[in-house]
Every structure is written in C-alpha cells, then in structure tokens.
C-alpha cells in the first residue's frame, strides 16, 4: 500500500519507515526536517504540515494510508508554537487525509494523556478522560491533538482510524521525554516517591504501529510494552545516581547543577505513575514486545552511558 508517514524524519518514525518498507509498503515521508540518508524507497518530501505544500503532497501522491507522528513535546518549543504544531498539524492531516481520500488513518499519541495524580486510578483504560489538562497543563496541546484525532471516529466514519497511546519510548535512539529525563548522570527525584514508569523499545513501537495498519485497527488503543519498573530501578539500571529531594527544593534546582530543566507540570509525573492496560491491543492484533525492560535499559545505557 501507499502510505503517508509524516514526522519522518525522528529517530522513531525512521524506524517505522524502514519497517514498513520491509513489509513492501511504498513510503512517503512527510517533515520539514531533512532525513538525511534516507533509504532508496522512501519518497522524501521536506515540508511543513501545515503548509500548502504538504497538502499538494496528498493531492499528488494520494495516499491508501496516513501515519501521523509530526506531534512534538512540551519541551521543545514554545506553548504557541507547540498548539500550532500539534493541534493544527493534525488537523491538516485529517483534512488532508479526508479529501484525498486515504482509508486509513493511524494517531500516534502518547499515554500521558492520562495525567498522573494521586487519586487516579493504577491502569488506565481507553475511556479514562485526559487528567493531564489538569495535571500538567503544558501537555493540553497534545490532549487536544489526540481528542482531535479521536473524533474522526464519527466525523469521517468511511476514514478506519486507530489512536494509539504509546507509553515512553527507551533504547538506543535516546529519544523520547523518557530517555531525555535520564540523559545526565544525576536524576532528580521527589523524597520519598518513587512511581512506576511504562516504557517500549523502539523497534516494539515500530512493529505495533505496522500491526496496526495490518489490522486496520479502527478505535482508541493503549499500547504497552514491557512490566513497568519503579523510577529508582530504571535510574540505577542506567548507570545513573538517583537524587530525592523534597519538592521546594527539586523547584530550586531544576535546570541546575546538572539537573535536567523541567516544568512546574512535571512534578505529578515524577511523583505518580501513568501505567495503562494494553489488554485490548494485543488482543485485536495478537502483539507482543520482542524486548524486556531490561533489554531496554541495556541498550540506552550502551548507547548513553553515564556522563562522568
């Protein structure tokens, strides 16, 4: 099939790209960043999705199936910049999607959706509402992307769309706000919490969202990995020194004496867990992660060793 893949040009989606051409795919790739390398069969368009060249994008190429992964964190820009990015790329898409008469769509979201409190519940499930608007409002752009992506369920019922809520991302690309967060040598931590935290590998992630397409998955799906780990396990698995403090002071110190920078919103996260049950994606695509937790700590840390 044609698919459409934009945020090509991340660690991850490259990945995904590679897995797709793989099962005999045709690629079109989709990012106003270059993929420098990029394999022979990907078909490489170097635009924002926002912008009237990606939509001559569609209009040409004319895609059977549109894998949205051009979402950003709230660490990376701006709060105006990040809405512009995430709410209205995926709208374009959809749109986009929709009038150049794709049949499939794929949202790859994120399970902090959720948001991570003190009241909530241990898993998640697909119908939970998205606490993170509360919790951590840096993240609102990205809720109301997924919500977006969520009402083309109804909206554009001959569109078969699946959103899936990935937990965090860790392996030998160190992308993700997972890997981000254990980059330096010390790791913050609030006194006496110590949440679970959800992970995948990279390559996990790429063959859930190939499954997916396969499937045809139509629907809200969580997608899970691994057993979640506590933070103080992953912290020392990864060579890393782990350092508790209370909270005033964690508000302090953030940012310095090579603590990572981090939003007042993060605090719940380092704080609560956000662990989601994945029991009804693998049951209707039958996946199961090729990597354990700690395969997936070993190949960070191989690739990101402690900072001396």
């Known amino acids: 099939m044609k698919v459409l893949l934009t945020g090509v040009s991340s660690p991850v989606a490259q990945i995904v790209a590679r897995h797709l051409l793989a099962e005999g795919h045709q690629v079109i790739g989709v990012d106003r960043r270059p993929w420098e390398g990029a394999p022979a069969g ?55 999607a929709h009038q150049y008469g794709a049949k499939q769509a794929i949202f790859v979201g994120r399970h902090t959706y959720y948001g991570a409190g003190a009241d909530h519940a241990l898993y998640h499930h697909e119908d939970d509402p998205p606490m993170a608007v509360t919790t951590f409002p840096e993240l609102a752009d990205l809720v109301a992307a997924d919500l977006y992506a969520c009402t083309s369920l109804w909206r554009l019922p001959q569109l078969t769309t699946a959103v899936l809520r990935m937990v965090y991302v860790l392996g030998p690309t160190g992308t993700g706000t997972l890997a981000n967060f254990l980059r330096n040598r010390h790791v913050p931590a609030i006194l006496g919490y110590d949440p679970l935290y959800q992970f995948m590998h990279e390559e996990d992630i790429a063959s859930a969202i190939v499954l997916s397409l396969k499937h045809q998955l139509r629907g ?30 964690f508000l302090a110190m953030t940012g310095r004496f090579g603590l990572p920078s981090l939003p007042q919103g993060a605090i719940a996260h380092i704080k609560y867990p956000v662990v989601i049950d994945g029991a009804a994606f693998q049951k209707a695509t039958g996946f199961k992660h ?18 001396r």
């Open 42 to 96: 990907v078909e490489m368009h170097a635009v924002d999705i926002r912008k009237r060249a990606a939509e001559d994008v569609f209009r040409k190429a004319r895609p059977e199936v549109v894998i949205h992964m051009a979402t950003v964190t709230h660490l990376r820009f701006r709060s105006e910049e990040r809405y512009r990015i995430n709410l209205g790329g995926t709208r374009a898409v959809f749109e986009y």
């Open 220 to 249: 809200v799906f969580n997608v899970t990995g691994p057993a979640p780990l506590p933070l103080s396990v992953i912290v020392r698995e990864t060579g890393r020194r782990r350092v508790p403090m209370p909270e005033l002071a």
């Open 290 to 307: 090729a990597h354990d937790e700690l395969s997936c700590i070993a190949d960070f840390r191989s690739a990101f060793p402690a900072p």
